[in-house]
C-alpha cells in the first residue's frame, strides 16, 4: 500500500454546510436531511498548475489526493474546432477530447472520460483492509479496473452481462475480480447488487456521484479547457447518465471563480439526453423537483432502446442537494433530448469534420448541441465547450492491444439475499 497522506481539504455538504474532514470514504453528510452531496473545499483558493506534472497531477491541489505515487497518464485533449464550427454555423467552438487522439493530447487508455475519475477515485481511497466495491454499465469498469491493477487496491466490480463483452482492459490482476448479472440485467441492477455486497464491514462501496474523489476527477477537464482558452466558456455541453461530469464541469466552474481571475459568470449547462430514455428532461420541463413518477414507470424498457446506454441510468442525482436541478438552475441552463438517429448522424458529421471517432454519448452530446443552435438556443458567436466524453477506442485497439476480463463471477441478476453472503466469499476468495 502506499502512503496515506493529510489531506489538504475538507468535504462540506451542500445542504446544511457541515464540514468534515476526509477519511477517503466519506460518501454523505451525518446530519438528519434530505439527500445531498458532499463538495470539496480545498485549502488553496487560487487556481495553480503544477508544470512539470502528467495528466491531471497538473491541478493536485485541487484534487481529493490522500496516496503517494498514484500513476496515470489521463489527459484531456482541449482545442479550437474549425471544421466542425462551421459546420454547425459557430464562430467560438472548443472541444474538450476525453479519449484516445495523441495528436491532440488525448491519452486515455480505456478511450473515455471515466479514466479521470478512476485515477482520483485511486488517490483519495484510504480503505485499509477493506474491499473496494463499485458498480458500471462498462467506461467506468474498464478505467476503475486498470487504476486498481496498477496501484494493488483490492476492487470488485459489478456489471450487466450486456456490458461485460465491451469491457477492455490492459491486463488482469489478481486484486481485480469482476461479477456479471446474467440475463437482462441493467446497471441499476448492477448498482442494487454493489450495495448489497457492501452491507458488510469488509466491503466498501465507491459511491458512484457521491464520490467526491469522481467528481474532482472530471472536473479536470473544465481546468485544461481554461488554460486552452484562457477564459471560462460561456456554454458547457455534455451528455448525461448520472449527471456526475455536469456537476463536476460546474463544481469546477465555482472554484475558478471564486479564484477571483475568472469573472463571475457560470457557463450554461446544457445537458443532452437520449430519447426516450429522458428522466431529467421530464423534470427539468416539468419544472418538479423530483423525478416524475409517470417518467419513471417504463423506463428500464425504455433505456434498452437507446442508441447511448451509458446514458440510461434510472437514478438520476436530480433532486439531490448539490445534484443536477441545482447546477442547472444556478448556471442558467437547460436539457434537451436528441433520438437514436441524431446521435448516429453526429457521430458521422464528427468523424467527417474531425477525422475521428466519437462514443455514442459524445454523439448525443454533439447533437444536442446541434439541436440547440438550430433552435436558437445557443448563441452562434459565444464561447462554447463541447465536452467529447468518449472517442478514439477503434484505433486504440489497434495501438495498444487490450483483453476481455477472464475473472468473472456469473450470478443471476436477481440474486437473492441469501446469496449475497455467498457471493461476498466467492469475491474474498478470488481476490484475498
Given at each position: 500500500m502506499q502512503k496515506k497522506m493529510e489531506a489538504p481539504y475538507l468535504l462540506r455538504c451542500a445542504a446544511c454546510?457541515?464540514?468534515y474532514p476526509d477519511d477517503?470514504?466519506?460518501?454523505?453528510c451525518d446530519n438528519e436531511h434530505g439527500p445531498a452531496l458532499l463538495r470539496t473545499q480545498y485549502a488553496q483558493v487560487k487556481f495553480e498548475v503544477d508544470d512539470g506534472a502528467l495528466g491531471i497531477w497538473r491541478y493536485a491541489s485541487w484534487l481529493p489526493v490522500r496516496r503517494n505515487a498514484v500513476r496515470s497518464r489521463a489527459q484531456t485533449g482541449v482545442f479550437r474546432s474549425m471544421r466542425l464550427a462551421r459546420a454547425l454555423g459557430l464562430d467560438d467552438l472548443w472541444i474538450a477530447f476525453n479519449g484516445y487522439w495523441p495528436e491532440r493530447g488525448a491519452h486515455l487508455r480505456t478511450g473515455t472520460f471515466k479514466d479521470l475519475?478512476?485515477?482520483a477515485v485511486v488517490a483519495r481511497y484510504a480503505g485499509e483492509n477493506r474491499m473496494l466495491v463499485a458498480a458500471s454499465a462498462g467506461n467506468t469498469a474498464a478505467a476503475l479496473a486498470s487504476a486498481c491493477a496498477e496501484n494493488?487496491?483490492?476492487?470488485?466490480?459489478v456489471v450487466p452481462e450486456f456490458a461485460l463483452s465491451s469491457i477492455m482492459i490492459d491486463g488482469e490482476a489478481d486484486c481485480v475480480?469482476?461479477?456479471s448479472l446474467t440475463g437482462d440485467a441493467t446497471y441499476d441492477d448492477a448498482i442494487a447488487c454493489a450495495r448489497a455486497l457492501c452491507e458488510h464491514e469488509d466491503f466498501l462501496y465507491e459511491g458512484g456521484v457521491f464520490n467526491v474523489a469522481?467528481?474532482?476527477g472530471i472536473g479536470t477537464t473544465v481546468y485544461a479547457a481554461l488554460e486552452a482558452i484562457g477564459a471560462l466558456p460561456e456554454y458547457f455541453v455534455q451528455a448525461i447518465g448520472s449527471g456526475a461530469g455536469a456537476i463536476a464541469a460546474h463544481e469546477a466552474a465555482t472554484r475558478l471563480i471564486a479564484d477571483g481571475r475568472f469573472g463571475s459568470t457560470y457557463p450554461r449547462l446544457v445537458l443532452v439526453?437520449?430519447?426516450p430514455a429522458t428522466l431529467v428532461v421530464d423534470a427539468w420541463r416539468a419544472q418538479s423537483t423530483t423525478i416524475p413518477a409517470a417518467s419513471l414507470a417504463g423506463h428500464r424498457d425504455r433505456a434498452r432502446t437507446i442508441a447511448a446506454p451509458v446514458l440510461s441510468t434510472g437514478n438520476p442525482p436530480y433532486a439531490v442537494a448539490g445534484g443536477l436541478r441545482d447546477v442547472l438552475t444556478e448556471s442558467s441552463g437547460d436539457v434537451v433530448s436528441v433520438d437514436n438517429a441524431a446521435v448516429r448522424a453526429a457521430q458521422q458529421l464528427f468523424l467527417e469534420c474531425e477525422g475521428a471517432e466519437i462514443e455514442s454519448a459524445a454523439g448525443a452530446a454533439l447533437a444536442g448541441l446541434k439541436r440547440a443552435v438550430d433552435e436558437r438556443a445557443i448563441d452562434r458567436d459565444a464561447s462554447i465547450l463541447l465536452h467529447v466524453t468518449g472517442g478514439g477506442r477503434g484505433r486504440m485497439r489497434r495501438d495498444e492491444p487490450a483483453v476481455t476480463p477472464s475473472r468473472v463471477l456469473r450470478v443471476q441478476?436477481?440474486?437473492?439475499?441469501g446469496a449475497i453472503e455467498d457471493l461476498r466469499m466467492q469475491v474474498k476468495s478470488a481476490v484475498c
Open positions: 454546510g457541515t464540514a477517503g470514504m466519506r460518501a454523505v475519475e478512476s485515477c494493488g487496491i483490492p476492487v470488485t466490480i475480480q469482476f461479477v469522481r467528481r474532482d439526453q437520449n430519447h441478476a436477481s440474486i437473492e439475499r
